[in-house]
């Protein structure tokens, strides 16, 4: 089984599951002169917490499968001028908001508003003032469009990883 297909069949297990209990909710009990829906309801309504305690032992089981494979697998991208290995599981949580926050700490380096000018000292001598940044507004501009883009990058890498990447039992 591929990568997208358990994700895939977790998505279905959980819909299957929720019906389950809409069913469970419904059926789990009625009024004495009610006529029940099914000929033996009690027994019905075990069954469905039976099948929906299957259903999450599948889920579980799928999920750790696909953690595992997402820990072990590796995977190249090129982001910038680098070729960078990471597995799955980085590569998720570089996408899920690491690489968004290195985008903000580099939109922080800003000239604060200063403004360069002439200024008057209290002695009336006029003062040449400029802005003497901490930074090199290119490197900062790289960087931000390198981060900023990261995370498409990471997605278009993931979604042919899943589709050709076998889980992991």
């Known amino acids: 089984m591929k990568l997208i297909e358990a994700l895939k069949q977790i998505k279905d297990l959980k819909r299957k599951a929720d019906d389950l209990q809409d069913k469970v909710a419904k ?5 004495s002169i009610e006529t029940p829906v099914y000929p033996d309801q009690k027994t019905q309504v075990h069954e469905w917490i039976q099948a929906h305690s299957d259903i999450l032992k599948e889920i579980l089981r799928l999920r750790v499968a696909i953690q595992k494979t997402n820990l072990l697998t590796p995977v190249t991208i090129d982001l910038g001028e680098k070729t960078i290995t990471k597995s799955i599981a980085e590569w998720i949580h570089r996408r899920r ?3 968004l926050l290195e985008a903000q700490m580099w939109t922080k380096l800003t ?3 200063l403004k ?3 200024i008057k000292q209290s002695t009336d001598q006029l003062i040449e003032v400029k802005i003497v940044r901490c930074y ?5 501009d790289s960087a931000l469009a390198l981060y900023q883009s990261e995370p498409h990058v990471i ?3 993931l979604e042919v990883i899943n589709a050709v990447t076998d889980l992991m039992e």
């Open 27 to 31: 059926h789990s009990a009625y009024l």
């Open 97 to 99: 908001d690491l690489a």
């Open 111 to 113: 000239d604060r508003g």
């Open 116 to 118: 360069e000018g002439t």
């Open 136 to 140: 090199d507004p290119k490197e900062r």
């Open 155 to 157: 997605d278009a890498k």
